[in-house]
């Protein structure tokens, strides 16, 4: 069994930052991929990847403004968010991968202001 944990949400002003971490714990090899986030009413999506070499891939609207990175000995994800927009507003989960199988945790609130 995986556990998953997102943490780091709340709620800001447009133009201010967060940082967003998620920690992932139990048996075997896991692996964090990356963020995802779901607005009312709208399905889930993508946010930013990284892959096992580092290497990372953003979607079109954070570009320039969200940094994912990682620690994988700890199997802890970060995600810093600059330059928030109300666009933003979304419960963000970070997906978790564990044999195949995939984890999720509950999600952390981001909420901008305008």
């Known amino acids: 069994q995986v556990h998953v944990v997102e943490s780091g949400g709340g709620l800001v002003q447009a133009g201010r930052s967060l940082r967003l971490s998620c920690g992932a714990s139990g048996s075997g090899s896991i692996t964090v991929r990356g963020w995802y986030r779901q607005a009312p009413g709208k399905q889930r999506e993508l946010v930013a990847l990284?892959?096992?070499?580092?290497?990372?891939n953003y979607a079109d609207s954070v570009k320039g403004r969200f940094t994912v990175s990682r620690e994988s000995a700890r199997n802890t994800l970060y995600l810093q968010m600059n330059n928030l927009k109300p666009e933003d507003t979304a419960v963000y989960y970070c997906?978790?991968?564990?044999?195949?199988?995939?984890?999720w945790g509950q999600g952390t609130q981001v909420t901008v202001s305008s």
């Open positions: 990284i892959t096992s070499g580092g290497s990372t």
């Open positions: 997906r978790v991968t564990k044999a195949g199988n995939e984890y």
